[in-house]
């Protein structure tokens, strides 16, 4: 969309005028957003920077079109990157030091990076068929099989059980399919 | 008896496994191929479940060099010092530290009403009206709104109504500020629903905590907590219990006050 190479572009050149206009139209939004969920104007105000800057590092990596708009993709990116950071406090509790000195020295990367991974499986969940998604989004959100059963007409959770065995199965194979995957994966 | 892998691994998530299924765990992880179906099934887990984040840990350090590189580009340091001026420029300097002062006032109101209603409950009085009673908390929940410009002395004036229990009075301004703001709708649910719980309209209080529970809110989980109290104070403790067991198994809001519910009345 020549609109999202507008802004992707004004990114990288570090258009002023065409930057504001999404402080303008997307910022108030992010603020909305980052205050409802424990959050304050300050906070949204960081996260909006970071985004911005994530997605122009995103773009000068590998340039990519956007299939929604770009003020979609940002506030998206925004809603993520403030996701991430109210999981945060909880993160580095078991892990190992050395490891945590190289993440907190390469944040920035690490965030990226974290970011293309779930837009990854998200693409392949969106590729799956709309059964499997919704018996996998109530899977992955802890809900039990019985409400399952109830909520999409299973015969029994047995075989609520095996729907989901077999469309994780299916989520897993696309995800490892993907030419992306290699890059992200942990080691 | 062998647990098949699937089964072991979503056992392993639901933190169900067994004595002899958590030593098969152990097992099972010198297989790499099992270490790497746990890998990923954990990253699906933190992706999508909708509080969660999944962090990128032991990924290949020249991938992670190379883009942290391209974070000190040019063009990218030229991004952020305009994006700092623009900041500057063109942000209204809002009332941040006016609302930040206005929590710690709630907040001390809070601490005051905690400790009162901890003294006041002995152990021993367990009836579902007393618990009800000693786990409400009014004023935690006023603490946690936000101020915005526009509904200010609303919102302030609604608040001091329902602190001081005149909640039909507090009820056209908190169902006017669900409509017309849009910023604190979580918190608002809850005001309605805890000043339609105290007048006893229990109904239209589930209705609310419903519609919060039903919301894409990150507070939304607080809406089981209050509709647990309710049926408390319903007298209804049976579906009081369930709406506690829930909370406790799959730690949402106030999990550890859900199980001291829970011991109080069983």
């Excluded at chain 1, 992010?30 to 909006?48: L, T, Y």
């Excluded at chain 1, 979609?72 to 996701?83: M, S, V, Y």
């Excluded at chain 1, 109830?150 to 399919?177: G, H, M, N, P, W």
Aim: hydrophobic letters at 40%; one cysteine or more.
């Amino acid at each position: 969309m020549a609109d999202d190479l507008k802004y992707l572009r004004a990114l990288l050149t570090s258009d002023s005028a065409v930057i504001s206009e999404l402080y303008k139209d997307t910022l108030p939004k992010v603020k909305k957003f980052v205050v409802q969920n424990k959050g304050c104007v300050e906070d949204a105000e960081d996260i909006f920077q970071k985004a911005l800057v994530q997605i122009a590092v995103r773009y000068k990596k590998n340039p990519f079109s956007i299939k929604s708009s770009f003020k979609a993709f940002l506030f998206t990116a925004c809603k993520n990157l403030w996701r991430r950071e109210l999981n945060k406090s909880s993160h580095w509790v078991t892990k190992d030091i050395e490891e945590e000195q190289f993440y907190i020295k390469n944040e920035d990367a690490h965030v990226l990076l974290e970011q293309e991974r779930l837009e990854l499986f998200q693409v392949a969940l969106d590729l799956s068929s709309d059964n499997c998604k919704s018996i996998l989004e109530m899977f992955f959100n802890d809900v039990s099989y019985a409400d399952m059963v109830k909520d999409l007409a299973y015969s029994s959770e047995t075989v609520a059980r095996q729907r989901v065995f077999k469309c994780k199965k299916k989520l897993i194979e696309l995800i490892k399919d993907s030419p992306r995957f290699n890059a992200l994966r942990e080691l | 008896m062998i647990t098949p892998d699937n089964l072991l691994l979503e056992k392993y998530f639901k933190n169900s496994l067994t004595h002899e299924e958590h030593a098969q765990f152990e097992i099972r992880k010198k297989d790499s191929k099992f270490v790497e179906q746990l890998i990923i099934e954990q990253q699906l887990h933190d992706t999508f479940h909708k509080a969660g984040w999944s962090f990128a840990n032991n990924v290949d350090k020249t991938v992670i060099s190379e883009y942290q590189e391209l974070f000190n580009d040019e063009d990218i340091v030229n991004l952020k010092a305009t994006l700092k001026n623009i900041d500057h420029s063109s942000e209204p300097i809002k009332s941040r530290y006016d609302f930040r002062w206005k929590h710690l006032i709630y907040a001390a109101a809070a601490s005051v009403v905690i400790i009162i209603s901890v003294s006041q409950f002995n152990g021993t009085n367990s009836t579902p009206d007393h618990v009800y009673a000693t786990y409400l908390d009014k004023n935690q929940l006023t603490y946690s709104i936000v101020r915005d410009g526009d509904s200010q002395s609303a919102l302030d004036e609604a608040t001091a109504l329902f602190i001081d229990e005149k909640y039909k009075e507090a009820m056209p301004i908190i169902e006017n500020s669900i409509i017309t703001s849009q910023e604190n709708l979580p918190a608002f649910y809850l005001l309605k629903g805890i000043s339609l719980m105290e007048m006893g309209s229990y109904d239209d209080a589930i209705i609310a905590y419903d519609q919060l529970i039903s919301s894409d809110f990150l507070d939304a989980e607080k809406g089981y907590w209050y509709k647990g109290l309710l049926y408390l104070k319903k007298g209804d403790e049976k579906k009081a219990l369930m709406i506690f067991n829930k909370i406790r198994k799959e730690h949402l809001y106030n999990a550890g006050k859900a199980t001291e519910i829970i011991e109080l009345l069983n």
